[in-house]
């Protein structure tokens, strides 16, 4: 039997609700502040920040998110015309530039497991069945400008800590490899996320 590959990582991609729901493209829109000089990709974990905007959350254990990135929308500077942008380039100088953000606490994500050593090249690895109901570290990487895609993924290392920023729900089926690891997994945020965080921005 031949066994899908999951190429490489996408970010954290909305799929579902916990109760099973699907998830129909609900979103709030934030503000990026004008000249913002990091990249945000499709993918990537926002956070609120004072002042009212959001910035490309750090995406590791520490991480305190509001949500998911899914594309903008700014006027652009050099062609005078508002524009919707699957990711939002580094610098940019609008004022105008809203993020929408998938900020539902109950959302269920699909990622791609990475392995723990990848450092910033990402390198698939794989969770077990035993990883259900664990919690998980994000890796961070640099998104992709050519697709505006994120490739951000989970640790393929678990554990019981619970300032783990996800739990791991499900594990993608189609995504089994040949050695019986599932190479994409479903999570949902455990801890950090700001709309249940008791201390504010």
């Known amino acids: 039997m031949a066994y899908p590959t999951v190429s490489g990582p996408s970010g954290l991609v909305p799929v ?41 959350d750090t995406a590791d254990a520490a991480m305190t998110p509001i949500g998911v990135f899914l594309g903008c929308t700014y006027t652009d500077p050099s062609l005078g015309y508002q524009l919707f942008s699957q990711y939002y380039p580094a610098n940019t100088a609008a004022s105008d530039i809203m993020a929408y953000v998938a900020d539902g606490t109950d959302v269920l994500f699909k990622v791609a497991v990475l392995s723990s050593s990848a450092g910033a090249t990402p390198v698939i690895g794989d969770l077990a069945i035993t990883d259900l109901g664990a919690n998980v570290a994000m890796i961070n990487n640099a998104g992709d400008t050519a697709t505006g895609n994120s490739r951000c993924g989970i640790s393929d290392t678990t554990a019981t800590t619970n300032t783990l920023p996800l739990r791991i729900v499900e594990l993608v089926e189609e995504t089994k490899n040949s050695s019986g690891g599932f190479t994409e997994a479903l999570v949902k945020w455990n801890a950090g996320h700001q709309m249940n965080n008791l201390t504010g921005v």
Request: proline share 2%; aromatic share 10%; hydrophobic share 35%.
């Open 16 to 56: 579902k609700l916990v109760s099973g729901v699907p998830f129909v493209g609900v979103t709030r829109q934030y503000s990026i502040a004008s000249g913002y000089n990091t990249n945000i990709f499709n993918g990537d974990a926002v956070q609120l920040v004072t002042g009212g905007t959001v910035e490309r």
